[in-house]
Nanobody
Framework: QVQLVESGGGLVEAGGSLRLSCAASGRIFSRSAMAWFRQAPGKEREFVSAISRSTNIANHADSVKGRFTISRDNAKNTVYLQMNSLKPEDTAVYYC????????????????WGQGTQVTVSS
């Protein structure tokens, strides 16, 4: 069993930055592709960013390319999402997710989900 715990959310002004962290328990972190999704009020959950097990592949949604960066530290069982140049439309609950492959993440069916952390960007 893997538990994912997000942190780092909060309230920030437009143009500001936040860094989200997701700490994973369990032994499979280094063998898992990791991702961030988000869900805004009244909208479906959407993919944000993903990173492969070995960190050599990272994907980002078009809406966050050039502003968000995903990274991971396998020694710390932690994945990060650095968010810069935040916009009000980035306001959402951000979820960390783990899967056996990037393909599984891209299919929208990760094996594990965190509880989410709120990010609010004021205009």
């Amino acid at each position: 069993q893997v538990q994912l715990v997000e942190s780092g959310g909060g309230l920030v002004e437009a143009g500001g930055s936040l860094r989200l962290s997701c700490a994973a328990s369990g032994r499979i972190f280094s063998r898992s592709a990791m991702a961030w999704f988000r869900q805004a009020p009244g909208k479906e959950r959407e993919f944000v960013s993903a990173i492969s097990r070995s960190t050599n592949i990272a994907n980002h949604a078009d809406s966050v390319k050039g502003r968000f960066t995903i990274s991971r530290d396998n020694a710390k069982n932690t994945v990060y999402l650095q968010m810069n140049s935040l916009k009000p439309e980035d306001t959402a609950v951000y979820y960390c997710a783990a899967a056996s492959s990037l393909f599984q993440i891209e299919s929208g069916s990760p094996d594990y989900w965190g509880q989410g952390t709120q990010v609010t960007v004021s205009s």
